[in-house]
């Protein structure tokens, strides 16, 4: 409808519409590239069709009883695709239409969030073991700033750690994740310190293989945080048989480039921790490895 002067009465005045001009032709940068608004909303459309394709896939997958572990690559797809259509509507200032994913009618798809009255987190004050003063180097303060990292990451996220004991590892490794059975078969974690260590000499050699880009880790808490993120991939398998397909999966979604122990082991469990690591400390890490934290670890943050 034409706007006739002296005729028609204007809906909008000058100052508002050359607002809103504005606001079509100012770009706002994402990931490095910039978008108008008219642009931001095509690639939010685009961003809501690959989505609706990827739950189709995942639909597929399942009624065609296809390998469990492809269901589940597919679905952490899908929980990736959502997370991105989040950050990028948010960072456009765009009300996010879900509604135009959810049109296919299907349920949900995605391995979310932990409904947290469904999760058992063991909330008992774990310490560590007095056998770990027979490490060399091992002092009452080193012992507490053991325990102050792991109750750190505990404050930001639930980790179900059942225990913390004190063995014998492999040369060099300082702290591990162990996941093992209990009397009745069900999976629990504890976290390990070698006992071959000496805790005289660890900060320094932790300083030194971050200085080389050997490991992510440039501090205790760094080191501790790396082994919560192996407890917290796997803390909702119920028993050694989803444990295992669990780890096969990651096992799958290595990641070059993290640091060089992970590439070293060509371990997908071992690139997602060391990538858990640079996530805390806001470093770099390639998109697909945020995308893989926040569906294996960012789900259990408090």
Sequence with gaps: MSFVPGVSVRTYTDDWLDEQNWKESEPTEFRGKEYTLYEAKQRQRQMETAMRAQREKVQMLQDGDADPDDVMLAKCKYQGQLDEYARFSKQMGLKQERERIYIDGRWRVAPGRIDKKLNVVNTMKISVPR??????????????????????????????????????????????????????????????????????????????????????????????????????????????????????????????????????TGKGEESLAEAFVCYRNKEKIPIRAELLIRSYIERWKK
């Design 131 to 264: 056998d770990a003063y027979k490490i060399k180097g091992m002092t009452s303060e080193a012992k507490h700033e053991i325990e102050a990292a792991i109750n750190n990451l505990k404050k930001e996220y639930d980790i179900r750690l059942d225990l913390i004991e004190v063995a014998k590892m492999e040369v060099g490794d300082i702290f591990g994740a162990a996941p093992y059975l209990d009397d009745r078969g069900k999976l629990r974690f504890a976290l390990v310190i070698n006992e071959d260590i000496d805790y005289n000499v660890v900060k320094k050699k932790i300083q030194r293989r971050y200085d080389k880009g050997r490991f992510a880790g440039k501090s205790i808490e760094d080191y501790i945080a790396h082994e919560m993120a192996h407890i917290m991939t796997y803390q909702d398998c119920k028993n050694e048989a989803e444990f295992r397909t669990r780890q096969r999966i990651v096992e799958r979604q290595f990641m070059q480039g993290i640091s060089q122990y992970a590439d070293k």
